[in-house]
């Protein structure tokens, strides 16, 4: 069975005060992993997508990692605009379906 | 523009009525799903459609039913036998071929509430 475990639960940020955030997976085979960002009372939206192990993706103050085993999520100098839930999934190759596997998500305060 | 819409917002459901939730996609996606968000908990998969006239149970499908008549619609009816609805639900859609990308793209939620 495919599970993400994404810690910490809840993480609080002074404005600049960079850190990361992980997702740790075990899956059969990885086809994707994907990050989102959800704000409250929000759908969540799509931020990245790994598909490697080795592959970067950055946008703005984040930029996603990919190993074999865990995604980190890096947020350098962060802003209070970046508050949110940030959201893991991973997609498994094996199968026919296409259904992702989410964690439970970190909550992320930044104070100004 | 392209999106997802779900309504309404908010819902009120009284006991032993059912209440339809409404998911409206213009992506052109095959696949659409339903997911319940609890506080503290990630997304639950309720149910999931890969196609028109199709349609799959997902971990927490118990007290829930949907419909895929059409490609854009995917409605979700929450029945009298779901003893516990209070929960945010999301719709999502995405692509559904080999080798895609498959992101999904969430719909802005709808809050059911008991009364």
């Known amino acids: 069975e495919d599970q993400v475990t994404q810690s910490p639960e809840a993480l609080r940020l002074q404005e600049g005060e960079s850190s990361s955030l992980n997702c740790s997976y075990t899956?059969?085979?990885?086809?994707?992993l994907f990050w989102y960002r959800q704000d409250p009372g929000k759908g969540p939206e799509f931020l990245f997508t790994?598909?490697?192990a080795g592959e970067e993706k950055e946008k703005e103050r984040l930029k996603a990692t990919l190993t074999k085993k865990e995604s980190f999520l890096h947020i350098t100098a962060p802003k209070p605009e970046d508050s949110a839930t940030y959201l893991c999934?991973?997609?498994?190759?094996?199968?026919?379906?296409?259904?992702?596997?989410f964690g439970r998500g970190t909550s992320l305060i930044v104070h100004p | 523009d392209g999106g997802i819409t779900q309504s309404p917002k908010y819902l009120f459901r009284k006991e032993g009525q059912n209440v339809t939730l409404s998911c409206e996609q213009n992506?052109?996606?095959?696949?659409m799903y339903w997911y319940r968000q609890d506080p503290g908990q990630g997304l639950r998969l309720i149910y999931y459609?890969?196609?028109?006239?199709?349609?799959q149970k997902g971990d927490i499908a118990e007290g829930y039913s949907v419909s895929r008549e059409k490609k854009e619609s995917f409605p979700l009816t929450v029945t009298s036998a779901q003893k516990n609805p209070t929960a945010f639900y999301l719709c999502?859609?995405?692509?559904?071929?080999?080798?895609?990308?498959?992101?999904?793209?969430f719909g802005a939620g709808t809050r059911l509430s008991v009364l």
């Open positions: 999934a991973v997609q498994a190759s094996s199968g026919g379906s296409y259904i992702p596997t």
């Open positions: 459609s890969q196609i028109v006239n199709d349609f």
């Open positions: 899956v059969s085979g990885l086809r994707g």
């Open positions: 992506l052109n996606h095959d696949a």
């Open positions: 999502a859609s995405s692509i559904q071929r080999p080798l895609a990308k498959n992101i999904q793209y």
């Open positions: 790994l598909y490697s």
